[in-house]
């Protein structure tokens, strides 16, 4: 007894029995017996005895099932498998977008079912083209055979993309230049090439390479300058002296801030937003100053010029605080101010302090001497110029260096001040009252009660509020010129802030029962009074990021606000 399959599906291809008929041919066995027959009084069989004669015969049973109709049922293996994993790929690729933080883990099932779909394809292809030509046979198989080839490469390219490069660049923080992808991507291609023409195409390569060789030759002769910049772009990218968005200097080539790098070129881009393409060679070969390498900080390290006659020690300090209040000055490393020596006519100040944006070096000076400018004036310190004495600071010459710093001075330039007669600036500035704070010193708390209005004439202060997590958080510094608790002295609110000194730090402070008398003389005034005050509280919130709707509440809204307060609080009825 046996079993023959081929002749199983040679009998389910003929459809012998047709699955409409909700049956199905399970196996088919053949065996063999002997068959009686009666002679029927044949004459050739008058000497059998009995008259039964005796045959060997072959049977052929069939074995069925019940069966209902399916379209599955219809459909072969290979074409199964090729549809499946055809839709698995294309719903993993489409996936893969949304679930970017398992793309190493997806890529694994991208080459199982890469591979399945292949496999099933060649399958499917070879059994369609078996129905023609041999030609075409062949030509399946070849065509398969170079996709064995080409699509191990495509994963092997992708592979490299999401273990290779975007862990290094998630790593590091920059972004790998496209010369370097690109390199590997050709490298992992032109080795698939090779395997194609030495294997599929069983061509001999040593042949081939002699014949390229010559032609390499002549080209690499007349492309010898691109060359030299592909291999120096590669080393470049293989030493990593500078990355994309770096801030550098080539050379003596301006300095600018990378946007690519090229198989030819390293493209920057300079303070006037043009482009500078530097030859890799070139860039190789040069000295490189990368202002943002191992981190963004950098130091800048301006001269300051000041008259001999003023003491060093005093001078350091004022730099210092100018320093210490600038913006964009950072607070670690910690600026520096030393004496760098005396000449035949000025004492030369070296200051030195750290910034984090290269981007915005001049924007940055331009704050710092602005804020040297301001500290100098104040404390009445003369600049020196060579061959002659000029004193460069505004208003400096009119009232000299010791007038700079007088209480009647100070008041005149604080805006909130300036509806005042000069007769009611006076009399403030008798009754100014002087603090000295220490560094670390706390000036006011915030939520507490307070009455008066503090300037700034030497030193600096940092402002703190407390944050969403009950910590205290430094949003701003001030130094000379700025004042603080202006609210507090007009309105009688709770001070909104903590203002802690940061280092030695000289104050003026006004009070409430030294600014009624003249609030009540000039009611007028105080219409112009909250208008500064509702610049200055808008410029405050804005500043210290607090959670006020400016579009509901117009300027104009709280201007008045401000006005009833100060009316409530300096007990002005009769204001209209």
């Known amino acids: 007894m046996g079993e023959t399959k081929d002749v199983l599906e040679q009998l389910r291809k003929n459809k012998v029995l047709s699955p409409a008929s909700g049956w199905a041919i399970e196996q088919i066995k053949f065996f063999q017996d002997v068959a009686k027959k009666y002679s029927l009084g044949n004459p050739e069989y008058l000497n059998v005895q009995g008259g039964i004669v005796e045959y060997s015969q072959f049977n052929a049973g069939l074995q069925i099932k019940k069966s209902e109709f399916t379209l599955r049922g219809k459909i072969p293996y290979a074409y199964n498998m090729f549809v499946l994993s055809g839709i698995f790929i294309l719903l993993i690729n489409i996936l893969s977008k949304k679930l970017r933080k398992f793309s190493q883990g997806i890529w694994f099932f991208q080459a199982i079912l890469a591979s399945i779909l292949l496999l099933s394809a060649e399958v499917v292809l070879i059994d369609f083209s078996s129905e023609f030509e041999a030609y075409n046979m062949k030509l399946v198989i070849r065509i398969f055979d170079i996709l064995w080839w080409l699509i191990p490469a495509f994963l092997l390219n992708l592979a490299s993309e ?43 390569l040593t042949s081939i390479l002699a014949t390229s060789g010559v032609i390499a030759m002549i080209i690499g002769l007349a492309i010898q300058i691109n060359i030299s910049n592909i291999f120096s772009g590669i080393a470049i990218n293989i030493e990593r002296p500078f990355r994309i968005n770096d801030w550098v200097q080539i050379g003596n080539f301006e300095e600018g801030k990378i946007v690519d790098i090229t198989w030819r070129t390293t493209r920057l881009k300079t303070r006037a937003e043009c482009i500078l393409s530097i030859p890799n060679s070139m860039a190789s070969e040069s000295p490189i100053l990368n202002f943002c390498y191992p981190d963004d900080a950098y130091w800048l390290w301006p001269l300051v010029y000041v008259h001999p006659m003023h003491p060093p020690a005093r001078v350091k300090k004022i730099l210092l605080d100018a320093l210490l209040s600038a913006d964009q000055v950072l607070k670690e490393p910690a600026p520096i101010v030393f004496l760098k020596g005396i000449n035949e006519w000025a004492a030369v100040y070296w200051i030195a302090f750290c910034a ?25 310190i003369t600049p020196a110029v060579h061959r002659q004495e000029i004193h460069l600071f505004k208003g ?63 030193g600096v202060v940092g402002i703190y509020v407390l944050a969403d997590d009950g910590k205290s958080k430094e949003v701003a510094r001030l130094g000379a010129g700025n004042f603080f608790g202006e609210m507090a002295l007009m309105t009688g609110e709770d001070r909104t802030a903590t203002v802690i000194s940061v280092v030695d730090t000289y104050l003026f402070e006004i009070t409430q029962a030294d600014i009624a008398p003249l609030m009540a003389e000039q009611p007028e005034v105080s219409e112009l009074v909250s208008k500064e005050l509702t610049k200055r509280q808008l410029v405050t919130q804005q500043h210290l990021h607090t959670k006020h709707d400016t579009e509901t509440d117009s300027k104009h809204t709280l201007s008045q606000q401000i006005l009833n307060r100060m009316e409530n609080f300096f007990g002005l009825n009769n204001h209209k």
């Open 356 to 380: 984090d944006d290269y981007g915005k070096k001049y924007f940055i000076l331009e704050n710092v001497w602005e804020r040297v400018w301001f500290h100098l004036n104040r404390a009445g």
């Open 396 to 458: 400096v010459n009119e009232r000299g260096g010791d007038e700079a710093a007088k209480p009647i001075t100070l008041l005149q330039e604080v805006d909130i001040f300036k509806p005042f007669s000069q007769q009611a600036k006076r009399h403030l500035s008798e009754r100014l009252r002087r603090h000295r704070f220490a560094p670390d010193d706390v000036i006011v708390q915030q939520g507490d009660a307070g009455d008066s209005l503090f300037i700034i004439v030497e």
């Open 162 to 204: 999401l273990f290779i490069w975007t862990p290094l660049e998630e790593k590091s923080g920059r972004l790998i230049p496209n010369i370097v992808r690109l390199f590997l991507a050709f490298m992992i291609y032109f080795m698939a090439v090779v395997g194609i023409i030495a294997f599929v195409y069983e061509q001999a």
